[in-house]
């Protein structure tokens, strides 16, 4: 106990949180000890409650942890048991909004630190058997050569100048708490502020089809590209045998290469005029990206609260990670303001999750 407290007070704990630690390892008391377990029931709910809390529909909680392949039932590290449905309501509430966890307590029934330990639990398990499709553009099996075609004639439908641009990549920064240690590492001179950073690429259905992260918030987009080797990962993918390929937009920070373009450098009163109408058209379909990153933090604000992200106290990789996959199978099941830019339908939910 005595080491959790001082990880709690190295992550910049407040008071009531570090009153909360001592309650349930000193006393062992619970907040909601006087509440006696109700079982769980999506239907004890209004279909506006079910959407405005877990962001799904109710029939579509339940076509979400099937395709997950959620099991029927979670048992966490500390042996809580609950039903996998229940388990996955309790991440996507505690996802939704920047809640404390003994106001969830109250809505579910459970210990705050049940709670804790179950969304941990839930948050992994999406991460570990689903966050290859983050991380590998081979993992989706959808995107191939007739996918890519159809991006590229969406961005060209759309005034895009490059006839063979299937998507975007950018950097996002996510700001966290001061951490204790390595400030100087995680503090963006460019943003003023403490925080991670990850790489993305977003397609005009608006799924991310891939993110690398998270990264120390002082890196550099150029460094980080180096390192994640994401161009060695696409040539197998959209490069083709009779010489077609398609290529990622980015800004100035990604350079210009075979299958990854950017904007012509320099002030538009320096540059051609046909660089300028590039320059100009790019950068408005560009826009698409900042549309995906607001998505995230629209339908699951809690990652999006920088005092919950403590990088001691909280894995804020892994729930940005979930976040990050819950989003794309929201778009999935209902589109995007992307999606609906550029024209373009989504894979169904059970065509992304493979």
Same mark, same amino acid.
């Given at each position: 106990?005595?080491?959790?407290?001082?990880?709690?007070?190295?992550?910049?704990?407040?008071?009531?949180?570090?009153?909360?630690?001592?309650?349930?390892?000193i006393?062992?008391?619970?907040?909601?000890?006087?509440?006696?377990?109700?079982?769980?029931?999506?239907?004890?709910?209004? +279909? +506006?409650?079910?959407?405005?809390?877990?962001?799904?529909?109710?029939?579509?909680?339940?076509?979400?942890?099937?395709?997950?392949?959620?099991?029927?039932?979670?048992?966490?590290?500390?042996?809580n048991?609950?039903?996998?449905?229940?388990?996955?309501?309790?991440?996507?509430?505690?996802?939704?909004?920047?809640?404390?966890?003994?106001?969830?307590?109250?809505?579910?029934?459970?210990?705050?630190?049940?709670?804790?330990?179950?969304?941990?639990?839930?948050?992994?398990?999406?991460?570990? @058997?689903? *966050?290859?499709?983050?991380?590998?553009?081979?993992?989706?099996?959808?995107?191939?050569?007739?996918?890519?075609?159809?991006?590229?004639?969406?961005?060209?439908?759309?005034?895009?100048?490059?006839q063979?641009?299937?998507?975007?990549?950018?950097?996002?920064?996510?700001?966290?708490?001061?951490?204790?240690?390595?400030?100087?590492?995680?503090?963006?001179?460019?943003?003023?502020?403490?925080?991670?950073?990850?790489?993305?690429?977003?397609?005009?259905?608006g799924?991310?089809?891939?993110? %690398? =992260?998270?990264?120390?918030?002082?890196?550099?987009?150029?460094?980080?590209?180096?390192?994640? @080797?994401?161009?060695?990962?696409?040539?197998?993918?959209?490069?083709?045998?009779? =010489?077609?390929?398609?290529?990622?937009?980015? +800004?100035?920070?990604? *350079?210009?290469?075979?299958?990854?373009?950017? &904007?012509?450098? =320099?002030? &538009?009163?320096?540059?051609?005029?046909?660089?300028?109408?590039?320059?100009?058209?790019?950068?408005?379909?560009?826009?698409?990206?900042?549309? *995906?990153?607001?998505?995230?933090?629209s339908?699951?604000?809690?990652?999006?609260? %920088?005092?919950?992200?403590?990088?001691?106290?909280? +894995?804020?990789?892994?729930?940005?990670?979930?976040a990050?996959?819950?989003?794309?199978?929201?778009?999935?099941?209902?589109?995007?303001?992307?999606?609906?830019?550029?024209?373009?339908?989504?894979?169904i939910?059970?065509e992304?999750?493979?």
């Amino acid at each position: 106990m005595e080491e959790q407290l001082e990880i709690a007070i190295l992550a910049g704990a407040n008071d009531q949180e570090i009153e909360e630690l001592l309650l349930h390892n000193i006393i062992g008391v619970e907040e909601n000890n006087a509440i006696q377990p109700v079982e769980f029931n999506l239907n004890n709910m209004s +279909d +506006d409650e079910v959407k405005a809390n877990f962001r799904f529909q109710r029939e579509d909680i339940i076509r979400l942890r099937n395709a997950l392949r959620i099991p029927q039932r979670v048992i966490s590290n500390t042996r809580n048991n609950v039903d996998g449905t229940l388990a996955l309501c309790m991440l996507l509430r505690r996802l939704s909004y920047p809640n404390r966890l003994v106001d969830l307590a109250n809505f579910f029934n459970y210990s705050s630190q049940s709670l804790s330990h179950i969304i941990s639990t839930m948050a992994n398990f999406i991460v570990e @058997n689903h *966050g290859h499709l983050l991380e590998n553009l081979n993992a989706h099996q959808w995107l191939n050569r007739n996918r890519y075609q159809l991006y590229a004639q969406s961005i060209v439908n759309m005034g895009g100048a490059i006839q063979n641009c299937w998507g975007f990549i950018d950097g996002t920064v996510r700001p966290i708490c001061r951490p204790s240690n390595n400030q100087d590492e995680y503090y963006s001179g460019h943003k003023r502020l403490h925080c991670v950073k990850y790489q993305s690429v977003l397609t005009p259905d608006g799924l991310i089809v891939n993110l %690398k =992260g998270a990264f120390p918030g002082r890196r550099h987009d150029a460094g980080i590209f180096r390192e994640t @080797n994401l161009y060695e990962e696409l040539e197998p993918n959209v490069l083709f045998p009779n =010489g077609e390929h398609y290529v990622l937009y980015g +800004d100035q920070a990604y *350079g210009v290469r075979r299958l990854l373009l950017s &904007p012509y450098p =320099g002030q &538009p009163a320096n540059l051609l005029p046909h660089q300028i109408v590039f320059n100009n058209t790019m950068k408005v379909l560009r826009v698409s990206v900042e549309w *995906g990153f607001q998505k995230i933090i629209s339908q699951f604000a809690f990652v999006d609260f %920088k005092k919950n992200q403590k990088l001691l106290l909280n +894995d804020i990789e892994t729930f940005y990670k979930s976040a990050v996959i819950l989003t794309n199978c929201h778009t999935c099941l209902y589109g995007s303001q992307t999606a609906k830019y550029f024209n373009v339908m989504p894979p169904i939910l059970e065509e992304y999750i493979v």
